[in-house]
């Protein structure tokens, strides 16, 4: 069976086609790291030390915000955002972040699933501290900081004012309080105090734009406040992203309305039963944009006489990862110039337990791997399973695996879960499912 990109009810046939073939800072009590041990922060564009720190130096002013009564935060690594709600009141925000670099599959920023409660906590009820602009003289600690400034260069021993007078949220309940909420970092030394790069850049810490963590300071002085930390994408009720608005380029949609750029398109993606905004092409993309993948024009499945715009498997990106119902194809050539070439993001299957499959073939890397397609009549993917008697393989970056019994009497595996926003649509995070072969042990799986 063969699909591809939708758009409007018309199949782009070829994609699969194409993609098989191209195959922070430290404290000094409660387990924090010492303030002269700080961690590292991660990739840096300028790490002058020259002395001319520009508007470094300078703290900047929160701005004049009534503060939410009741707030909470909601961190989703694989969509990159940060979701601030009032459970009172409904006021709601949601931000663009730079959170931890990917490591043995994982960011480095921890999930909150392990904490007590499921949760770290900002603690802007013990008041806002000040960091003074002179790195010889002693700097305060704080759990929170109206304006920060220093870094210590592991490197050099040199203090780099890299926080650029931006608030610091520390987060209480990590594995240390070496984790928090800061500026962007990058271009520090900008009278705004920087730019984000929205993807996975840092050594733990949750980076925002200046003005969104002003802003986010601002709302919640005064205010013990929970912060969830979850690595899928967050979804609303409706099984909608939560994202950033106005979206962008490979943001999920559900009408070309919902893409709001040049030529924006919203295509149906059949791997995620979902839309992804895109735009047509001649040869390059005019998108982009500071801080976000590249784009790249690739031959457009549903007319080979057109070209299509994607973005190339980055870092920025986690290879494509970070998109539910995308995996890299390598060396895809450039629409109208075929001996450019790039890995990019494009439809398809992550081909593990739980992948969402339309033949065996998906699931080709998986040892006794096949496709688990569905009965309903609908044209919608399946999911790769392996047989198992009582245990299943796990992979670095993929959920982990249990072992369910099937109505035939033997065992295959799930990915695991541990709320809805783990699961694709079709498919339900259910609690307390039996081990095949040890029903005594249960886990919740999607089914």
């Avoid at 906590?121 to 790195?135: A, C, S, T, V």
Wanted: aromatic letters at 8%; a negative charge; one cysteine or more.
């Amino acid at each position: 069976m063969k699909a591809g990109w939708v758009r409007r009810g018309k199949t782009w046939m070829g994609a699969i086609g194409l993609l098989a073939a191209l195959a922070c800072g430290g404290g000094e009590d409660d387990g924090a790291v010492p303030l002269d041990e700080e961690l590292e922060i991660g990739e840096i564009d300028d790490l002058k030390q020259d002395g001319g720190w520009g508007a470094a130096l300078t703290c900047k002013p929160l701005p004049d915000l009534p503060v939410l009564e009741d707030p909470e935060v909601v961190v989703s690594l694989d969509g990159l955002t940060l979701r601030l709600h009032d459970r009172v009141t409904g006021f709601e925000r949601v931000f663009p972040i730079g959170p931890g670099a990917i490591k043995d599959g994982s960011s480095l920023t921890p999930v909150s699933d392990k904490a007590m409660g499921g949760l770290f906590w900002l603690r802007l009820d013990k008041g806002l501290g000040r960091e003074i602009p002179d790195p010889k003289k002693p700097q305060p600690w704080a759990y929170a900081y109206e304006c920060r400034y220093w870094w210590k260069d592991p490197d050099t021993g040199k203090k780099v004012p890299v926080f650029a007078g931006l608030p610091f949220l520390r987060l209480e309940g990590a594995p240390s309080l070496g984790y928090a909420i800061h500026g962007p970092i990058d271009s520090y030394t900008l009278p705004t105090g920087g730019r984000l790069k929205r993807g996975y850049v840092s050594h733990g810490c949750i980076r925002m734009e200046a003005a969104d963590v002003q802003e986010l300071t601002a709302r919640l002085r005064g205010r013990k406040v929970p912060v969830r930390i979850q690595r899928a994408v967050e979804r609303r009720a409706d099984g909608s992203a939560v994202d950033v608005e106005p979206r962008f380029l490979m943001s999920e949609c559900s009408t070309d309305e919902d893409c709001p750029f040049a030529q924006g398109t919203c295509r149906f993606n059949p791997y995620a039963l979902r839309g992804t905004c895109t735009a047509p092409c001649t040869r390059y993309c005019p998108l982009d944009r500071y801080g976000y993948p590249t784009s790249f024009c690739v031959t457009d499945p549903e007319d080979d006489q057109k070209g299509l715009c994607v973005v190339k498997a980055e870092s920025l990106n986690d290879r494509c990862r970070r998109y539910p119902g995308f995996a890299m194809a390598a060396k895809v050539a450039r629409f109208n110039d075929p001996a450019t070439k790039a890995d990019v993001c494009l439809p398809g299957s992550r081909g593990w337990i739980g992948s969402a499959c339309f033949s065996d073939l998906d699931c080709a890397g998986l040892i006794g791997g096949r496709c688990e397609l569905d009965e309903s009549g609908e044209n919608r993917p399946g999911f790769c399973t392996v047989a198992c008697a009582q245990y299943c393989p796990d992979r670095q970056g993929e959920a982990g695996t249990f072992c369910v019994s099937e109505d035939g009497g033997g065992g295959s595996c799930r990915a695991r879960c541990l709320r809805q926003d783990d699961c694709p649509p079709g498919y339900a995070c259910t609690a307390g499912v039996p081990r095949h072969g040890q029903p005594s042990v249960t886990a919740s799986v999607c089914l």
